[in-house]
C-alpha cells in the first residue's frame, strides 16, 4: 500500500510525458537542432519543480522510504567531469530519443525497443557502479 503514491506518480509523470509531447522523437530532435525552445521550456518547468518540490519537502521534513529525512547534498562543480558525463547523457538522449523517464513511457505505450534501451541502460549503470573506482572523479 505505500507504494502505491509511487504507482500513481509515475502514471501521472507518463501522462504529462505524453501530453507535453516530452516523448515524441521530433520534439527532441528540434530541440538538439535548436529549431524550437519547447523542450527547453519542459526541462527548466522541470528543474524549477524539481527545486521546489525538494525544498517544501526538506522544509516538512518528510522522510524517504528508508525512514530517513530528505536531504540534499551538492556535488562539487567539476568543469571536465561533468561535461563528458553531459556529453555521454546527451549522445544516448540523442540516438535514442529519450531520456531515462520517458523510456519507461514509451515502454508503457507499446514500443516494445524500448526494453532493450531500459536492459542496455540498466547494464550500463551496474557497469558503470563495477569499476567507479578506477575512473577519475
Known sequence: MRLLNFF?????????????EAISWFRIHEMFRFESFHMYGIIGVAVILGAL???A???LRVRTLRDTFVTYTPMKLS????????????LGWALMGACPGPMFVMLGHGFEIFLLVILSATLGTFTYGAIKDWLPH
Open 8 to 20: 500513481v506518480v509515475g502514471i501521472l509523470f507518463g501522462v504529462i510525458m505524453t501530453k507535453s
Open 53 to 55: 518540490v525538494i525544498g
Open 57 to 59: 519537502m526538506k522544509k
Open 79 to 90: 568543469i571536465q567531469r561533468h561535461l563528458m558525463a553531459g556529453s555521454i547523457f546527451g
